[in-house]
């Protein structure tokens, strides 16, 4: 008989590893085609357009931060808020 605890441990670690590659090459398609097409748009305006890149660049980084799991919501939460507050203070 399998106890309970066995039965979560091994479903925790079940990766399906093909699900796992085809979501990152797809996750890479779409960042490829997403600066593609926002190429022109980000040449024009670089200056203005660094504090985006910044965010999304972190973002990409705390994906694969186990630490980070927890906090992200508010982390998330501060930055839009910092970046509302900012576009305010342009505008």
Sequence with gaps: MIEAQDLMSSTASNYNMTKLVVGQILA???????????????????????????????????????????????????VTSAWFILLTAKG
């Design 28 to 78: 890479l398609l779409s960042l490829l085609f997403s600066l593609v097409s926002m190429g022109p748009i980000l040449a024009e305006s670089f200056m203005t357009s660094i504090p985006f890149m910044f965010v999304t660049i972190a973002y990409g980084f705390m994906m694969f931060a186990s630490s980070y799991v927890e906090e992200e919501q508010q982390f998330w939460y501060w």
